[in-house]
Every structure is written in structure tokens, then in C-alpha cells.
């Protein structure tokens, strides 16, 4: 017999709505622990404003070593309105890119997809968005964000935007492999008519695909087009690949195709250890009222899962979600006004229920 697998989830709840949407998402792992043979325990570590106020730093310690030595890192969100007289390395979301340095995570993974029961919450034409199912690999260590010099000058200001081939190389690898896990479709972004960064990144990601991933196919866009075909023609994307600075604003645009910030996962991986966290803030307007969104952090957790290798069970817990939606579930940043919200721990538990049916039917359906 084998052994029944363990995993340890290092739990941040952060502020705000943090706590209430983990909460649903370990509730969701729980749902599909057992069918699919894992077991985890999930340890509560404070982050961010709340440990600020409990350690005096918003990122102790205590706090990075439990993170390292777990297998993945659940977050929530950090921040709000009573630490915004905050400064530096007190800030709450200071804390972030510390954990993201401790943990040595250079690629930002952030699926987008619009289920044809969401359509018509888009901003954009119903038709145009159906079925969009998009994954945005954006370097997150380099590029102008962390080039130096930076700074003011005599007459001015500066700022520098820096590649190494070793940088690019690394995170074309993780867009590749991640295409051959879909539909084979790699978009590289850039601005090569003009940056002289980006003529390198062309040339490497053009390197690396025909090298190593024949298999995928590999277009360029400039990160103009690629703004306006985001919005144009979204269905026409699987895995668009970019650096820092234009992943940062491209990312963004896309999130609101589905019509909802509560809606996206994000995944923080290369390093030791994997960050899941939504990409909203802890929206610190509806935090307490059991009215959050948890759809971006349950998918987070099926994200989590796909980086440990439980497919299997990432894929009950989207299943979960989209039957949720199918059977009419909408929390109140989705729900028509004619129609009643669903709160954030009624939508976690008809997702758990749905997920763990899967779970029970798929692994059962697949036993000698
Ligand atoms: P936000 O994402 O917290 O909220 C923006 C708007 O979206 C608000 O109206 C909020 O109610 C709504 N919203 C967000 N998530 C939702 C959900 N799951 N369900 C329903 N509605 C949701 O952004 P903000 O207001 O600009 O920032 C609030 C705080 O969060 C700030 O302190 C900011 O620094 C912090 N923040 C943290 C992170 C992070 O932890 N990764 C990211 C962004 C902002």
C-alpha cells in the first residue's frame, strides 16, 4: 500500500478580505484531500498588516522560515486604509516583495479565463470574450523595475531597463513548457522597434523555442498590438510571455475582461517554493462582511495544487467553481440586482460539495 502523500501549506491570511477567502480555499483543498489520496496540514502565519501590529514588522522572521520550509505558500492580501501612514520597509506591502526575494520566485503566472456563464459580466461584447482562456507568464525579478542607476539627476530622473540572456532565457523555458501543457501557442511581447532590451529578448525567446520546444508555436508582438488584440480579440491568446513592466500593465488589462477583480488566481513560481495568492487587495471596503468574491483564491489553490502534482484534484476544484457558477451562484460583485448574492462562505461550500463529487467520481471511475 502506499503511503498517503502530506503537504505543508504555509497559510497567510494578510488583511482585509485575506482571511475570509483563504479560509474557503483550505476549505476547498479539504474538500479534495481525501479522494485524491494528499493529505495536507495548513500552518497560520502572520503577514502584512496584521503582523505589523502583532510583531511590529509585516514580514517576521518567524513567518519567512515557516514559508521556506513548506511546500507551498497560500496569501491572501495585505494592507489597508489603518497601516497607510506606513513608510518603507514597515509598509504592509513591503512585506510582499520580501517573501517573494525569500522565496526566490521569478515567474508570475496569471491565468485569465472568462467562463460562458461569466460572459455577460464583461465590459467587453459577450461574444467576444466566451471562453477566453489566456495564461500570462511575466518575469518578476528583472527589467525596469530593478535596473540600476536609478534615481533623480540634476535635470531629471532615471530609470533602467536591464535583461540578461540568462533572465529571458529562464522565463521563455516556463512559457514554453507551460504551452506544451496547453494549446501550444506562445505570444512573446516586447517593444524591439525601439528598445534595445527588447531586440535581446526577441532574439532569445526566438533562440530558446527553436532550440528546445519545436513543438510550440512562437509569434512577437509589440506590446501596443498586444494591448489593443487583449481587448480586440482576447480568444486568440494561450500563453502570452513578458517581461516585468509590460506583464505589469498588460496583466492588469486583461484581468477586467472577466468583469471582476475577485475573479483571478495568480501563481508565483521558480524558486524553492511556490506563492498562490489572488491578485486583488484586501479590499478593505467589504472586509468582514462575508460578502468577498473567493473565486481568485479558490483558483489560486487549484493552481497550488497543479504546482505540487495533484492535477487531478486542481481540476475538481475548477470544475467546483464552474458548476458553482452554472448552478447559478454569484457573490454580490457579480449578482444582477434582481438576483440575491450568495455570501463568500455559502459560495466556498457549494464549491467544496461540487468539487469533492468530482473528486469521488473521477478517482473512483479511474480504479482496476
Ligand atoms: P482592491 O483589489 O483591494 O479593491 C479594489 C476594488 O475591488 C474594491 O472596491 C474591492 O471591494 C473590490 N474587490 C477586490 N477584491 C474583491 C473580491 N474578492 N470580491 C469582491 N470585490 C473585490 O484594491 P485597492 O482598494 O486599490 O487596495 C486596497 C488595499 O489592498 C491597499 O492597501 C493596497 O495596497 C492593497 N493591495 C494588496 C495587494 C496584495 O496583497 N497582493 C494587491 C493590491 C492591493
Redesign the pocket.
Known amino acids: 500500500m502506499t503511503e498517503t502523500k502530506s503537504y505543508k501549506i504555509a497559510w497567510l491570511p ?1 488583511d ?2 485575506g482571511p475570509e ?1 483563504t479560509r474557503e480555499a483550505l476549505r476547498v483543498l479539504d474538500a479534495v484531500a481525501s479522494a485524491h489520496d494528499f493529505a495536507f496540514t495548513a500552518e497560520e502565519h502572520p503577514m ?1 498588516g496584521a503582523a505589523l501590529d502583532e510583531t511590529g514588522v509585516p514580514f517576521p522572521d518567524d513567518t519567512r522560515a515557516a514559508c521556506r520550509e513548506s511546500d507551498a505558500v497560500l496569501l491572501g ?4 486604509p489603518k497601516w497607510d501612514d506606513t513608510t518603507g520597509d514597515q509598509r ?2 513591503s512585506g ?1 516583495l520580501a517573501l517573494r526575494k525569500a522565496l526566490g520566485v521569478y515567474a508570475n503566472l496569471r491565468p485569465v479565463r472568462v467562463p460562458e456563464a461569466l460572459a455577460s459580466a464583461s465590459p467587453l461584447r459577450p461574444d467576444r470574450v466566451g471562453g477566453t482562456d489566456l495564461l500570462f507568464v511575466r518575469e518578476l525579478t528583472g527589467g525596469i523595475y530593478f535596473g540600476t542607476p536609478e534615481g533623480r539627476t540634476d535635470d531629471g530622473a532615471r530609470s533602467t531597463m536591464v535583461y540578461t540572456e540568462a533572465e529571458i532565457e529562464r522565463i521563455a523555458h516556463v512559457a514554453f513548457q507551460r504551452a506544451q501543457r496547453r494549446d501550444g501557442h506562445v505570444t512573446s511581447v516586447d517593444k524591439a522597434n525601439v528598445l534595445e532590451v527588447s531586440k535581446l529578448w526577441r532574439e532569445v525567446v526566438t533562440r530558446v523555442g527553436e532550440e528546445h520546444y519545436p513543438d510550440v508555436t512562437l509569434r512577437h508582438l509589440y506590446v501596443d498590438n498586444a494591448a489593443m488584440q487583449v481587448v480586440r480579440d482576447p480568444q486568440q491568446f494561450d500563453v502570452v510571455l513578458t517581461g516585468n513592466l509590460f506583464g505589469d500593465i498588460l496583466s492588469d488589462l486583461a484581468a477586467a475582461l472577466p468583469g ?3 475573479l483571478l488566481p495568480s501563481a508565483s513560481v521558480g524558486g524553492t517554493v511556490g506563492l498562490f ?2 491578485v ?7 472586509a468582514g462582511a462575508d ?4 473565486i ?1 483564491t479558490l483558483l489560486s489553490a487549484a493552481l497550488l495544487l497543479d504546482e505540487l502534482g495533484e492535477p487531478g484534484a486542481a481540476d475538481a476544484v475548477r470544475h467546483g467553481v464552474d458548476a458553482t457558477l452554472n448552478a447559478g451562484f454569484r ?3 457579480l449578482a444582477a440586482d434582481d438576483e440575491d448574492a450568495a455570501s463568500t462562505s455559502t459560495f466556498g461550500h457549494e464549491v467544496a460539495t461540487r468539487a469533492a463529487e468530482h473528486a469521488q467520481k473521477n478517482t473512483s471511475a479511474s480504479l482496476p
Open positions: 494578510g482585509g478580505i477567502v502584512g492580501a495585505v494592507g489597508g504592509p506591502e510582499l471582476s477583480l475577485g495568492e489572488p486583488h487587495g484586501s479590499a478593505p471596503d467589504i460578502t468577498a468574491n473567493p481568485g457573490t454580490a460583485d
